[in-house]
């Protein structure tokens, strides 16, 4: 991810200095459990200077690595030295077992121990983030669905004009779905904070199941039941799909933007700021480009997924196979929806709205958009619904025509008032194409709304 689009927060939970931190708080939580039960030769005195002394260099890490071609051995090793350095010579320190504390560093654990505790730690943290995300966003559509709650414009299907609603529903609808994606951010973050101190195998076969207990509380995680040396990707795949899942949310709300922006319909807008180009060969355009870039990453996200998918299947009790392609992908979808979210504010924060042109497409076809409550007073009136569709289609389709080729011409009242196979009158007609006559029941809705908690 270029640096420029990552928000420092979120960036800094997947460098590696944040890894190694999180790294070093294992290893000394796992210090201090065995000292505290005792299992093996370490003293609490053991314990506090690992504690007290443990430090690392990343710069010296990757050096380390480049010879060993081991991660964790490779800070193992400058975490070491870092603990043993302060050692004094001849007399040690009352309750130091020894000059060398470090050890007692990685006692009974393997890689994955402190790998997969340590990676799962640093989801729920990036999760914390995104769920303070989702509750903004949240909390902007369903202000701005009050304040638009009563701004008419023409619902579509297809693409094609439908029946009149307001704009409010639109972002209310988008509320909605956000609270939705809250929810199951909350339950994936539960999931995926989990811990497994257990061994080559997960057997606990030189480590007591204990100090899994104790590091995993002290880190707010849950001890995983039965791990197989690693956190099965089923957790993590879960937590994928949730953040597929919000990306494609954000995509749903960007993609209406960009179709409500569209020349041809320019019902809304998203903010235009001072000095803002927007074309190089063509001064007048103003492009909705921060909402598709918002759609082009959420299939970086989308397609992010697949990879945590296919990591759950690895050979018998595990293998690296997931690890590599993890690194990558998870810190991408997690920096990545980030991103999204901060434009996606942007743009639903300042999303310019006009409620002129929204009343001129509603008008566009003329009082086609009627149709559905022609249908059924005519049906209301004896008719049967086989001969009331035909009327009013046959009609609908006259001025469909002139609208198609812009030719004057009668709208559908006018047409209906003057069939004399539809029984209605003008005076009859004129209540039935009033906009409001479809919205009289969008109160509930709306208090729904007023109801959502972020």
Partial sequence: MIDRYTRPEMGHIFSLENKYAVWQEVEVLACEAQAELGECGITPADAAWIRAHAHFDPAEILEIEAVTNHDVIAFLTNLGA?????VPEGELPEGLSGAKPSRWIHYGMTSSDLGDTALCYQLTQATDILIADVRELGRICRRRALEEKNTLCV????????????????FGSWAFELRRDLDRLLDARKNVAVGAISGAVGTYSSIDPRVEQYVCEHLGLEADPLSTQIVSRDHHAYLSGVLATLAATMERIATEVRALQKTDTIEAEEPFAKGQKGSSAMPHKRNPITAERVCG????????AQVAFDNVALWHERDISH??????AL??????????????????????LYPASMRANLDRTRGLIFSSKVLLALVDGGMSREDAYAVVQRNSM???????????????AER????PECPLSADDLEPIFDPWTFLGRIGPIFARVEALEF
């Fill in 155 to 170: 619902g579509r299907t297809h693409g094609i004009h439908a029946e009149p609603m307001t704009f409010g529903l639109k």
């Fill in 398 to 412: 006259a001025v469909w025509g002139d609208v198609q080729q812009a030719k004057e011409g009668p709208g559908l």
């Fill in 331 to 352: 810190a991408d979808s997690f920096i990545a929806l980030d991103y999204m979210a901060e434009k996606l504010r942007w743009i639903l924060d300042g999303l310019q």
């Fill in 297 to 304: 990453m959420a299939r970086v996200v989308k397609a992010n």
């Fill in 82 to 86: 870092y603990v043993d350095a302060d």
């Fill in 323 to 328: 690890s590599s392609a993890e690194r990558i």
């Fill in 416 to 419: 209906l008032a003057a069939d």
